[in-house]
């Protein structure tokens, strides 16, 4: 059993798909986090080019 125990522990230290699937997530969310961060902006400045536009009218 220790000899088992031993050989799992080793195979996980050993493996590196769960890293990837980490590095996947913390990419994931960089990216949504950075597409928020336009997103309001780039919303604010919409409706003050519409509010212009509109305005001059």
Not at 1 to 9: A, F, N, P, S, V
């Given at each position: 059993?220790?000899?088992?125990?031993?050989?799992?522990?080793t195979?996980?230290?050993r493996d590196e798909d769960g890293l990837t699937a980490v590095e996947y997530a913390v990419l994931g969310a960089i990216v949504v986090a950075a597409i928020v961060a336009v997103g309001t902006q780039f919303n604010t400045d919409l409706a003050a080019a519409f509010g212009n536009l509109f305005s001059q009218t």
């Open positions: 059993m220790l000899d088992y125990t031993r050989t799992l522990i195979s996980l230290i």
